[in-house]
């Protein structure tokens, strides 16, 4: 087998990783050489620019990725990327290219590879997520076009979530909708499905149990893992629902949204760019959308903006820990969740009723392990790594049916 090319493309970002070979089945084996991410594509974002590291998380240089046009586009990234691997001495020629593709709607709970029918099916949920699904979708018909004898493999945000009960996956709406496909999919299943995955190394054995995983990134959500499944999440038909995001509302009132369409006269696409783009800790601190940004600035609003945040967490977390019936282990993961320590402090403190102490000094230095050592529930910080999962499905399903 040759490399593995991942792609985890956003509306303005396209994140890789390179991989070589692995060398059996397991996650570890997959071998690292590249991890590149490309910010500020697409017009009004900024200057382009491209960050790359080797597989030891040293900066690397790669001739055919510098000198950037300020204008660069998600087509011309990828183009530039493809280049790169296809001419870097180094590198193996590709086996297959797996994409994080966000909504895999009622059809696809399990990594598929991909065909022009099953690219066409998934570009009919664009939107339920219209800041990832179809940025998520042009590389995989760009690379089709170009090289179409290339192996494409699909791993879904919603497929881990597919073990839900249902009483957690359907809404209380008409039943006629429920049989539709109107249901609560919940996101984030690969940053979940690693960290499930990988939590028994961090915690020294496997936890079993009741576990709330608090994936906070750009986008975020929670998901109640009960004996290594699944069992309720805070994000549901779009990744919208639950928590207050980077921009996005998190859940509303229904009425809330019906009024402004009636009463303030609102077009459906102007209450999706607010509730998107202009909402969540960008809306509510009127700052930016940036957790840094928020904790560095000394305004008032940048507190009020953090704590509606955490509030809204800790809150949901007494619902994750009701539907399991108790809370054994939470654990912190993605960008804020790995490295912003005042609020998982804030969240720990709002589990305080659940039997969660923190050690703050091990909290203060992001240490695995942050909750004190008599604490009945375990808090824990686990870096995710949603690029070597796809790596990992996509290596599986061209080995032969991983999925
Ligand atoms: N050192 C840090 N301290 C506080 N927040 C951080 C830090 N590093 C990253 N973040 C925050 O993490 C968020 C981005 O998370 P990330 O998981 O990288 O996002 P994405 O959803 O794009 O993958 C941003 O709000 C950013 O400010
Ligand atoms: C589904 C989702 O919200 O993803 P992200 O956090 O990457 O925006
Ligand atoms: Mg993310």
Known sequence: MGDILVINS?????????????????????????????????????????????????????????????DLDHHD?????????????????????????????RHYQAPVRLDATIIDELAG??????????Y???????????????????????????????????????????ERGLIRYGFHGLSYDYINRVMP??????PGGRAIVAHLGNGASLCAIQDGQSVASTMGFTAIEGLAMGTRSGSLDPGLVLHLIRQEG?????VETMLYQRSGLRGVSGISGDMRELLASPALEARQAIDLYTYRITREIGSLAAAMGGLDHLIFTAGIGEHAAPVRDAICQGCDWLGLSLDPTANQRHATRISTADSRVGAWVIPTDEE?????????MVAGGRG
């Open 10 to 70: 956003g509306s303005s970002s396209l994140k890789f990783g390179l991989y070589g070979a692995p060398g059996d089945p397991s996650l570890a084996s997959l071998a690292l050489r590249y991890r590149g991410h490309f910010a500020g594509l697409g017009h009004g974002q900024g200057a382009a620019r491209l960050t790359l590291v080797d597989g030891q998380g040293n900066s690397a240089q790669a001739p055919a990725l510098q000198g950037l046009p300020g």
């Open 388 to 396: 070597r999962m796809i790596a990992w499905y996509s290596a599986g």
């Open 201 to 206: 190394e961090h915690l020294g054995g496997h």
């Open 125 to 134: 949920l664009n939107s339920l997520a219209p800041l990832h699904q179809p």
């Open 136 to 178: 998520c979708l042009a590389p995989t018909r760009r690379l089709a076009e170009r090289h179409p004898t290339l192996a494409q493999v699909a791993c879904f945000d919603t497929a881990f979530h597919a073990t839900q009960p249902q009483v957690a996956r359907h809404y209380a709406l008409p039943r006629e909708l429920t």
């Open 266 to 270: 609102m077009s459906a696409e102007e």
């Open 77 to 105: 990234a990828l183009q530039r990327l493809l280049d790169w691997i296809s001419q870097a001495p180094d590198l193996a020629d590709l086996s297959v290219v797996g994409h994080r593709v966000v909504h895999g709607g």
